[in-house]
């Protein structure tokens, strides 16, 4: 289980796809590592997921096993499903014998469901963490397998009952993120990207891959905001295609393709324009980042409850993607960006609902884990 002296030897983090299941595994990945640089981090991925560009760049072992979408209807793919997990589990567990793994920690994911299966198996405790509502696939069918459910957000228990017996840890983010005093890097954060160190400062993006409605919406408002005293500063998204701004505006209007320093745009920033993902409203309320989010017009919705309660606290505003127009921006953003008394109260609000202190309290929340089932 854990050495003698109780330290945690070896531990599986499984989670990829998408940023928000990728992200708290690096930034928990973070946190164990600070605490003892012997422990031993193995993550497992697919080939496929953005897994394979962000772990290995992080300094983390990535092992890649078969990784397959749950079928959610009766098809070909349900009748090669026993089989195709057979090989994922069988994968899965290979890694956790050969690293001798004391744990599973799951973020979510495809890959996830081996190594749920494959920890199942070998008697290895699991610990599953949890950010949306519903909670996705592969989680669900892990909660069959352990108790351990941690959860990112107060409401998650409130709305799933699949969640109701989870304990609210927060969510994993950065340290860059957690320590970020955003007052203090606003200067030179601005410069940077070459913005005006004192204009009101308008943050778009649209999480790691951008959101093409969002883009061209503000690009469509560039005059109306710059004619203001607005600076832009606009993530397009690395997938997304470039758009057409004017030339001739009158404050800064800067476009980038991605931010790997995430910290800077949101320490530039006076409000921030963004989708509802649950990664984007764990950073901006941690931060105390005014924001307005734009959800995903498509999925089951998650991204509105990951936003409402930060905008229920006061700490920002919702619309929907539809009606994000240049009118819109023009009568409801404009007017807030640029008053500093409402960002100031909402930047409280939001501050007053998020936490920083995700990636620590899921770490202790592992070790009782294990300390339980040592005990049992």
């Known amino acids: ?14 989670g990829g796809g998408t940023g ?12 164990l590592r600070r605490h003892d640089p012997d ?14 560009e962000l772990i290995p760049a992080a300094g983390y072992d990535l092992r890649h096993i078969p990784a397959y979408q749950l079928p959610r209807s009766v098809n070909m793919n349900l009748l090669r499903t026993p089989d195709r997990m057979f090989r994922s589990t069988k994968a899965a567990r290979a890694v956790m014998d050969e690293v001798e793994a ?55 228990p409130r709305q799933d009952e699949s969640l109701r017996a989870a304990t609210v840890v927060g969510v994993p983010l950065r340290q860059s993120i957690t320590t970020l005093d955003r007052v203090a890097l606003r200067e030179r954060a601005r410069a940077h ?23 061209l919406a503000v690009a469509a408002s560039a005059k109306a905001l710059t004619s203001a005293g607005v600076q832009v500063l606009h993530v397009i998204g690395a997938r997304n295609e470039d758009f057409d701004v004017p030339s001739d505006l009158a404050a800064p209007y800067v476009r980038v393709k991605f931010i790997n320093e995430m910290e800077l745009g949101y320490a530039a920033a006076d409000l921030a324009l963004c989708r509802g993902g649950a990664m984007t409203c764990a950073e901006t309320a941690a931060l105390g980042v005014p924001a307005i989010y734009v959800p995903l017009p498509y999925g089951n919705g998650e991204q509105r409850r990951n936003a409402l309660p930060v905008v229920e606290a006061g700490g920002g505003l919702i619309v929907d993607d539809a009606e994000l127009t240049p009118q819109w921006i023009e009568q409801n953003v404009l007017p807030l960006v640029t008053d500093p008394a409402r960002l100031a109260t909402m930047g409280y609000a ?8 995700g990636d620590e309290q899921l770490r202790a929340f592992l070790l009782n884990a294990l300390a339980t089932a040592k005990r049992n």
């Open 102 to 156: 004391d744990a599973v920690v799951g973020f979510g994911g495809y890959v996830s469901v081996p190594a749920y299966l494959a920890a199942w198996r070998r008697h290895t405790p699991i610990v599953i963490h949890e950010v949306n509502v519903p909670a996705g696939v592969a989680n669900k069918l892990g909660m069959r397998f352990t108790e351990n459910v941690a959860v990112g957000f107060p409401h998650q």
């Open 350 to 357: 939001a501050a007053a609902y998020g936490r920083r202190d």
């Open 20 to 31: 928000g299941h990728i992200y708290p595994l690096l930034a928990f990945a973070d946190c």
């Open 1 to 14: 289980m854990v050495s003698g002296d109780g330290r945690l030897r070896s531990v599986v983090l499984a």
């Open 193 to 215: 990207f070459g913005l005006d160190p004192h204009r009101p400062t308008l943050f778009v993006f649209g999480a790691s891959q951008g959101a093409r409605s969002i883009n």
């Open 39 to 52: 422990v031993r981090i193995t993550c497992l991925g697919t080939p496929r997921g953005l897994e394979t």
